[in-house]
Nanobody, 120 residues
Framework: HVQLVESGGGLVQPGGSLRLSCAAS????????MGWHRQAPGKQRELVAT???????NYAVSVDGRFTISIDKTKNTVYLQMNSLKPEDTAGYYC??????????????WGQGTQVTISS
């Protein structure tokens, strides 16, 4: 199995910054890409940002220019630097990894999520 553990969430004022981390571990053969989704209360889960293992990135329109995703392949870790945070960024943030296990099974693995709350 592949496990993902997120960290870095918390409470911050509007205009502030947070950096989320997500480390993948376990029986990993290779990681093809990683990314972040978020889900606010009463809303559907939405894509925030993705990156391939080679560093090709994609962002939701709502966060483009404010959030930056990066990957450290040596640590199987993806980061989400979030700047200029807004109250509407408040949500549970969930990391995923598109990975192949050592059993050569490719799947999408999800973390448990970390809460981000933007409030004054």
């Amino acid at each position: 199995h592949v496990q993902l553990v997120e960290s870095g969430g918390g409470l911050v004022q509007p205009g502030g910054s947070l950096r989320l981390s997500c480390a993948a571990s376990g029986r990993i053969f290779s990681i093809h890409g990683m990314g972040w989704h978020r889900q606010a209360p009463g809303k559907q889960r939405e894509l925030v940002a993705t990156t391939t293992s080679g560093g090709i990135t994609n962002y939701a329109v709502s966060v483009d220019g404010r959030f930056t995703i990066s990957i450290d392949k040596t640590k199987n870790t993806v980061y989400l630097q979030m700047n200029s945070l807004k109250p509407e960024d408040t949500a549970g943030y969930y990391c995923y990894a598109d990975a192949t296990s050592d059993q050569r099974l490719r799947s999408i693995y999800w973390g448990q999520g970390t809460q981000v709350t933007i409030s004054s």
